[in-house]
Structure formats: C-alpha cells, structure tokens
C-alpha cells in the first residue's frame, strides 16, 4: 500500500499554534515559478484587453472595480495580481478561462487562486464550485462539469 504524503508535514508553523500555516493567495504569487506569473500577467492584460475591445470597458476603470491601483499589469504587485485576477474570475469567468488556454504556465497558478478544476480557492471556498470552476476544470483537463 502505498503512503500518501500529509503536504502539512511540509508547511512551516510560524504563529507556534501547531497547526501548519496554508499559503495565502499573495504568497502562492510569490512562490509561484517566474514564467507562471509571467504567464499570468500576459492572461490578465489578455482578459482586460478583450474587456476594453469587445465590450468598450477602460482598464483603468476595471483596476478600480478590482481594488487595484494600476491597470498596467507588470506594474501590479502580486496582491494586486490577485484582486485582479479574482476580479476578473468573478465578473468574466467565460473570457478568463477563454484566453486561460493560451497561457499554459499560469494555468495552475490561477486554479490555485480561483479554486478551479476542483480545489479550493486561497481566499477560503472561492468560485470554484461556480461557472469558473466548471470552466476551468474542462481547459485544464479536469473532466466534465
């Protein structure tokens, strides 16, 4: 039979509450390989750049919508990189996964975040269960929904 590793062995306890301390969102960004969130940088400018075309909305007034200061996503911090991405994951799911295809490297990153293809979201529960979730769970190959 084979042994499962437990990832809470692995997770560090900072606060001494014995309990292994999860990674927040912002952190997942940080930790996350360069090209994955280069790739998610590319999906975010993708999703607003489809929003700005096709439905005449301005970056500037998506970044405010999200809580982010900056439409210019190579200027936004991982936080900001969040809030954006679960900005747009709330209120565009269809683009988000649409253009989620074509940036391969950000895929688990922003399933992470968003809790699709099954997981859990970083904020707690998410949208995973959601249209997202169902959506993302096809394009990254989590099966039928």
Same mark, same amino acid.
């Given at each position: ?25 912002? #952190? ?17 400018? +993708? ?8 439905? $005449?909305?301005?970056? +500037? ?7 982010? #200061? ?22 565009? /799911? ?13 895929? /688990? ?18 949208? $995973? ?17």
């Amino acid at each position: 039979m084979a042994v499962i590793d437990d990832p809470a062995n692995y997770l560090p306890d900072n606060n001494g509450d014995g309990i292994p301390d999860f990674p927040t969102a912002t #952190g997942m960004v940080d930790n996350a390989a360069p090209e994955a969130v280069s790739d998610q940088r590319g999906l975010i400018g +993708q999703v607003m750049g489809m929003l700005g075309n096709q439905q $005449g909305m301005n970056p +500037q007034t998506i970044a405010q919508q999200a809580g982010v #200061g900056t439409p210019d996503v190579n200027a936004m911090s991982s936080g900001d990189l969040v809030q954006m991405t679960l900005h747009l994951a709330r209120t565009n /799911p269809e683009i988000v996964a649409q253009v989620a295809q074509h940036f391969p490297a950000a895929q /688990p990153l922003l399933a992470m975040l968003t809790g699709g293809a099954g997981g859990q979201s970083a904020g707690g529960g998410g949208i $995973g269960g959601g249209l997202l979730g169902g959506l993302l769970g096809r394009v990254l190959g989590g099966g039928r929904s």
